[in-house]
């Protein structure tokens, strides 16, 4: 087994975002991998094994301890395969999940909001400004190279909007070819994944595939890391390219105009972007051709990861606290390219941008 | 039992099944003063005190053995409390890793010199509890090299302050008993939390080097001649900045080296010659990489099975360096009669360590990692140790020298006692047991 490869040699314990928020060993990768070569001493005590797999969920899932472990421990494998073992095992420890298992049932977003309001708060909003969005929005028949998957934090959430609103002025601007799968779109199944429900995911996935398909879409965009994770690595899409917009747009963009820079920048980078996805060039590559000067942040969790929002917000909002304090952002602008990423420094009141947003200031205001 | 106690056996070691139960408690003190009302409390209820750092350390010393204990974490005692540029220290709190301390003296310009490969986890005080050093011992020296004082607290809940000219307390007595006994810096270096709590260190920085330096890779036909390679830069005081051998290396962690061999960095002014060796020049970028390879050594495993560090190092200095070959043959003797499978042996080289005399050595510190054996009891792999033990004393290896392994360095252990014997005797106290604490160790593996 793979917890037999741990060497105990704690490299994973400091860097650990749980363990940096607690200060506790049990929080660690290092610890919660000792309680598992252990477990045949401790499982018998049932309050143990509870507050065990209460601490699989004190996790955001960063990968950080993955990327750093060279005894070849899966870690983040692990952590997913325990999770699963951990509801199984106890479902009714984890009933406060359940409402989000039922909403992704039932109206496939994590809000259980009715599944046809998904196009309903952005259009409303953003219809005005951008002409003919609302011919956007896929129903069946409609084909483009390019669809454009929102998730459910942009396509719900209001917070989200000043980003979706660049997204689709970008894609305009640059005449993409693009639709929206508003109604169409279900849940990528990151949530349920990520508490290793790979049925429900996989029921999720098999609607989205079936209408990128229908609409013939040669790429999928998306700015969730976590929608493109499900989208690049689990929805099988064959001959549909899966694409974080970062990358999409890198690519399409051989130059940019500048962007107009008034407030000193700092880039988090997102976990699942640079550590899960490997998708690190693109992202700084755009921000290099916008001509923009920018601190880059430590490459470390911003709490809203693993879905610690849900399981533990008060360890979720501590990481994000420790981060402001230490990296001393708080009078910069923080550019990250995640929606989620985007709530975490929006609840600790920093002003944040995506950089899709410096993107489609650069090309309203700049010179092409 | 709660899950916060149960973790504590979470440390390199081969040591980690323990009985739980007994574990009575754990701090994890920020101050000073917490520290002390932890202490007290695991006095009132009459435990041992276990002080634990960051756990990467192979010898099971933070483990306190199977006692009814309380352990105490430095671990969230992290601050650099005091950066004097005049007086080149630093005041650290013991939890505080060198990594940690260096992010704040780089920019400063100055840097804590002691580099052990664990230097990401391994804490300032854990350091001081095993006199550790790292792949620049050779010129920078052990722990106890590079600090000034060491501020404790014992078990009857006195603090002290030790030096290298004694000991200073608010509890003259105390102070003058510790005195009349020449206590000092030696004394704490090495010592494995068995003497106390340590709350804070003043550590020696120096300025960062602008010494243009360059890379060699020195490879070996055989150990005889990296025997006698290693002896050589020693007796030619050989400016040595970063030395360090892998003498040998299973073909799934090799990545396309031949070991023996040497990976130096030393001043480009310096002519390094060697006897019937291969000497390389190598880039920058060349010699990123293979001290990348060779920090990761220790925690490689192999395509197939798992690997098991028995030992925590071997001093091989004079006659046992000069037959390197012998030396190696025995050793790996002892492991495959025990069904042990070498698979790694690297080490820091040249360097220096500390005899339990207080006496420095010089030669090769050596690291070593076997193939875990399938169907072997814990007791089983425990013999292998003892037996290895036996052979280093025979072929005057200093057994895990690095860490002056307490169970079999009787100078060193005769000497804590009689310094336990005055201020208190129930820090980490299983490594008194009888025959080196054999049966609560290899109850452990």
Same mark, same amino acid.
């Given at each position: 087994m793979s917890i037999d490869r741990c060497v105990q040699c704690g490299s994973c314990v400091k860097l650990c975002p749980m363990f940096d928020a607690? @200060?506790?060993?049990?929080?660690s990768p290092r610890g919660k991998i000792y309680l598992l070569k252990v477990m045949d001493q401790i499982a018998e005590d049932k309050e143990l094994a509870k507050d065990f797999r209460r601490t699989l969920f004190? /996790?955001? #899932? /960063?990968g950080k301890c993955d990327e750093t472990c060279s005894s070849g421990v899966d870690l983040l494998k692990i952590w997913h395969q325990q999770r699963a073992n951990a509801i199984d095992t106890a479902p009714e420890e984890f009933a406060y999940l359940d409402p989000l298992k039922e909403a992704l049932a039932n109206v496939? !977003?994590?809000? @259980? #909001? &009715? &599944?046809?309001?998904r196009a309903i708060y952005w259009l409303d909003e953003l219809d005005d400004e951008i002409p003919g969005l609302e011919d956007r929005v896929y129903e069946k028949g409609k084909t483009a190279d390019v669809m454009v998957f929102l998730g459910c934090l942009m396509s719900f959430r209001s917070s989200q909007m000043d980003v979706l609103k660049s997204l689709f002025k970008t894609l305009e601007k640059l005449e993409v070819d693009y639709l929206v799968m508003g109604a169409?779109? !279900?849940?990528?199944g990151h949530p349920l994944y990520l508490i290793g429900n790979e049925t429900g995911a996989e029921e999720l996935r098999e609607h989205n595939k079936k209408v990128m398909q229908d609409a013939q879409a040669k790429k999928v965009i998306t700015c969730c890391p976590g929608c493109l994770i499900q989208l690049k690595n $689990? $929805? !099988? #899409?064959? @001959?549909i390219e899966a694409l974080h917009h970062t990358e999409f747009f890198d690519r399409l963009l051989e130059t940019t105009p500048k962007y107009n820079q008034k407030e000193p920048l700092s880039y988090h980078d997102p976990c699942e972007l640079h550590r899960i996805l490997e998708i690190t060039k693109e992202p700084r590559s755009l921000l290099e051709k916008l001509g923009v000067e920018y601190k880059e942040m430590e490459l470390?969790?911003? @709490?809203?990861?693993?879905l610690l929002r849900m399981t533990d917000p008060n360890l979720s909002d501590k990481i994000i606290e420790l981060r402001k304090a230490r990296e001393g952002v708080q009078n910069t602008t923080v550019l990250t390219a995640c929606p989620s990423c985007r709530e975490q420094l929006l609840s600790t009141n920093l002003n944040t941008k995506d950089i899709v947003e410096l993107l489609s200031d650069a090309l309203e205001g700049g010179n092409k | 039992m709660k899950l916060r106690d149960v973790v504590m056996g979470a440390n390199a070691s081969m040591y980690q099944r323990m009985d739980f139960k007994k574990i009575k408690g754990v701090y994890y003190p920020k101050t000073e003063e917490e520290a002390q009302a932890a202490i007290k409390h695991a006095k009132e209820n009459g435990f041992d005190v276990v002080p634990k750092g960051g756990g990467s350390g192979l010898s099971g010393a933070c483990t306190g053995g199977n006692r009814e204990r309380f352990f105490i974490s430095s671990l969230q005692m992290r601050e650099i409390l005091t950066i004097s540029l005049v007086g080149r220290y630093a005041d650290v709190q013991p939890g505080a890793t060198p990594n940690e301390v260096n992010t704040k003296l780089e920019p400063l310009g100055m840097k804590f010199w002691v580099a052990p490969s664990s230097r990401d986890v391994a804490t300032i005080g854990g350091l001081v509890s095993t006199d550790g050093g790292g792949n620049d011992t050779w010129i920078n020296g052990t722990m106890r090299d590079n600090m000034l004082s060491v501020n404790m607290l014992t078990y009857e809940g006195n603090h002290l302050i030790i030096d290298k000219n004694g000991v200073k307390s608010s509890n003259v007595e105390l102070a003058e008993e510790l005195n009349k006994k020449g206590m000092n810096l030696d004394d704490i270096a090495g010592a494995h939390g068995t003497l106390g709590f340590i709350t804070e260190i003043r550590v020696i920085i120096k300025p960062l080097r602008e010494t243009k330096t360059i890379g060699a890779l020195i490879q070996f036909d055989n150990f005889d001649a990296m025997g006698a390679g290693i002896l050589q830069t020693i007796d030619n005081g050989c400016p040595v900045e970063y030395g360090e051998a892998i003498v040998m290396a299973h073909e799934d962690v090799r990545e396309g080296l031949t070991p023996p061999l040497l990976i130096l960095e030393f001043p480009k002014d310096f002519e390094l010659v060697f006897c019937n060796a291969n000497v390389r020049e190598i880039s920058r970028k060349e010699l990123t990489r293979l001290q990348d390879i060779r920090i990761k050594l220790p925690k490689r495993n192999p395509n197939v099975g798992t690997q098991i560090g028995l030992f925590e190092g071997y001093g091989l200095y004079g006659d046992s360096l000069e037959h390197m070959g012998n030396t190696i043959r025995e050793i790996d003797e002892v492991l495959m009669e025990h069904e042990l499978a070498p698979f790694v042996k690297y080490g820091h080289a040249p360097s220096k360590w500390y005899l339990g005399n207080n006496s420095p050595a010089y030669g090769l510190v050596m690291h070593s990692r076997e193939i875990r054996p399938e169907g072997k009891t814990g007791k089983e792999i425990y013999r292998a140790v003892e037996d290895i033990v036996k052979k280093c004393e025979e072929l005057n290896v200093t057994p895990k020298p690095e860490h002056k392994w307490l169970y079999s360095d009787e100078i060193k252990k005769a000497r804590i006692q009689e310094l336990r014997a005055v201020i208190g005797s129930s820090f980490n106290s299983f490594i008194f047991e009888p025959d080196c604490a054999s049966d609560t160790l290899s109850s452990m593996v």
């Open positions: 607690t @200060g506790e060993e049990q929080f004190q /996790c955001t #899932l /960063c496939k !977003n994590i809000y @259980g #909001l &009715a &599944a046809e309001d169409e779109e !279900n849940c990528c $689990h $929805h !099988n #899409l064959q @001959g470390s969790c911003c @709490g809203g990861g693993g | -």
